[in-house]
């Protein structure tokens, strides 16, 4: 992993429990598998786990050469397709992924900013700001609030769900479109299973938790966007690929649709895009993931996998090669 991912994420009391289960040089940090350095190529040809994070370079034939002994990948993030290849799966390594845990901050974040849409906060907030006087809410906003409102959830993914679990408690109609989603699973979750044209034209909100594939690359372009109802809001906390980020300007501009976005296409964006001045858009940068101290529970899940492994245990998070391709 990076140093920097090192410094936030494994807190000291992580590095004693590492230090309990396995041998470990707390001082050997690999940040290059091609590093001409003596200890660091002795510490990989003894490796039998590698416990990695974000800023891990790619495990290509190169680098799993140079580790003989190495049978599994436990890896104290999200997404693994950056630095686990085929030749990983070739060698019959067995990895786990932390992307559960990374999931809950992103679910929390979401499930926020739905409620507080269908509360009206920016408009609200932005009116009484400019106005500095009592705000009569049932003229201004009378369809204000959440109760019986509907919700659609694009992609039954960790996040997805969490999202779906998160939401049962509200007075809620929640759709969910998910190609892979049979409806035993739906009922099970206790939504209702919607073809993705319908999901976008019957909800209040449309929340985006499907994964960067090729075919999903502006999943939500000009003609899908226009199939929202008007004075809806889009959340995105997925990928800003999956979203036609011109199409939208254009739609929320126009002041149609209103929209959260922690994630966009390009991932910064330029000074001079309107999304950062639009009143009806809230912009976040990358925040809805795990941040500050929500870091160490990606430590502490990865640890707990590591223990697992130590007493001959199968991954509880362990990463399924067959479906890895339908995952963020």
Not at 97 to 116: F, H, Q
Request: net charge negative.
């Amino acid at each position: 992993m990076s140093g920097e991912t090192r410094a936030a994420v494994l807190a000291p009391g992580a590095l004693d429990r590492i230090a309990r289960i396995a041998d470990l040089d707390p001082g050997l940090l690999v940040t290059d598998f091609d590093a001409d350095d003596p200890a660091q190529r002795a510490g990989l040809r003894d490796a039998e786990v590698l416990f990695t994070g974000w800023g891990c370079p790619p495990l290509g034939p190169a680098a799993l050469s140079a580790m003989p002994r190495l049978r599994a990948v436990i890896h104290a993030a999200g997404s693994v397709k950056h630095h686990i290849t085929q030749d990983v799966w070739d060698r019959g390594i067995t990895v786990s992924t932390a992307a559960t845990a990374n999931a809950l901050p992103v679910a929390e974040y979401t499930v926020a900013a739905i409620l507080l849409s269908n509360k009206h906060v920016l408009h609200s907030a932005r009116l009484y700001r400019e106005e500095r006087s009592r705000v009569n809410l049932l003229t201004r906003f009378p369809a204000i609030g959440n109760y019986r409102r509907t919700v659609g959830v694009v992609g039954a993914s960790r996040i997805g769900r969490r999202v779906v679990e998160l939401l049962r408690p509200h007075d809620l109609r929640v759709l969910v479109h998910d190609p892979y989603l049979d409806e035993g699973e739906a009922r099970a979750l206790g939504v209702e299973r919607t073809g993705l044209d319908a999901l976008v034209s019957l909800s209040d909100v449309v929340s985006i938790h499907a994964p960067e594939l090729p075919s999903t690359r502006h999943l939500f372009d000009a003609p899908r966007l226009a199939l929202m109802r008007d004075g809806a809001t889009l959340v995105n906390t997925a990928r800003g690929s999956l979203v036609d980020t011109e199409a939208l300007v254009k739609e929320l501009a126009a002041g149609r649709l209103n929209a959260v976005l922690d994630h966009t296409e390009p991932e910064v964006l330029p000074p001079d895009s309107p999304l950062y001045d639009l009143p009806n858009v809230l912009l976040t940068p990358h925040i809805a993931g795990s941040q500050g101290g929500e870091l160490h529970r990606l430590a502490d899940a990865a640890v707990d996998e590591l223990e697992r492994y130590a007493h001959g245990l199968p991954f509880a998070h362990g990463v399924d090669p067959s479906t890895l391709h339908q995952q963020a």
